[in-house]
């Protein structure tokens, strides 16, 4: 089983077009997470939330839009994309905001073109 | 800003020990040092955190010096799976008591057979 899902897993698109990933964890997990990896490898933290409410959102383009309809989903639409928006995206998942371990998923690969 | 400081990469023999370093000189007392792993392609995988006291469990060893102003990983008998980026990272507190983890470059460690 699974513990944090997203999909797709490769997503290819044109510029200007939108497009949205899904997460989904099955941990029982208060608080997720979207983070992109860019080419050079930094991990920066995009979005937190904590049961559906948003508790951590970094300068972050307002193309990109989090939702999360309940507390095991965190989706990201992202409005007109851009060439720069291509890099992977991880979703994660904790228990609450402190010391804690967080689950990541796989990772979609996004390529704007 | 990432606040650690990690070498970018070293290589470990198949069996041997791998102690990877990290430099945390600015660590207040109240901030944990956590590290993770990324599998090439992969999702970054939690192993260990710790807050003064060395710390041990089924995949790893943190030793943190008494100034706690540096620590170490070590990876008992490293096998060709360990292979992948070692980040160290300082957990931040943001405001409103929410907290996020800020991740460098890491180190890329090659166990070699």
């Known amino acids: 089983d699974t513990a944090v899902s997203q999909t797709p897993k490769y997503l290819v698109t044109q510029m200007g077009n939108d497009k949205s990933i899904k997460c989904e964890q099955n941990?029982?997990?208060?608080?997720m997470y979207w983070y992109k990896q860019d080419s050079k490898k930094f991990l920066k933290i995009m979005f937190s939330?904590?049961?559906?409410?948003?508790?951590i959102n970094e300068t972050v383009p307002n193309r990109f839009s989090p939702k999360s309809p309940d507390k095991a989903h965190l989706n990201l639409h992202i409005n007109s994309l851009e060439l720069g928006d291509s890099a992977v995206y991880f979703c994660a998942s904790s228990y609450g905001q402190g010391v804690t371990e967080a689950f990541f998923g796989q990772g979609t690969r996004l390529t704007v073109v | 800003d990432a606040k650690t400081t990690q070498p970018p990469s070293m290589d470990c023999a198949e069996g041997r020990a791998a102690n990877l370093p990290c430099n945390h000189s600015?660590?207040?007392?109240?901030?944990?040092v956590y590290w993770y792993r990324q599998i090439h392609s992969q999702g970054p995988q939690y192993i260990i955190h710790?807050?003064?006291?060395?710390e041990t469990n089924e995949m790893a060893s943190l030793i943190i010096t008494e100034d706690r102003k540096s620590s170490t990983l070590i990876l008992p008998h490293a096998t060709l799976r360990d292979t992948a980026v070692y980040y160290c990272i300082v957990r931040v507190a943001n405001a409103g008591n929410n907290r996020k983890l800020i991740w460098g470059l890491g180190t890329s460690l090659a166990v070699n057979p």
């Open positions: 600015t660590i207040s007392g109240n901030e944990y």
């Open positions: 941990l029982g997990h208060d608080t």
């Open positions: 939330y904590n049961n559906k409410e948003l508790i």
């Open positions: 710790g807050l003064k006291n060395n």
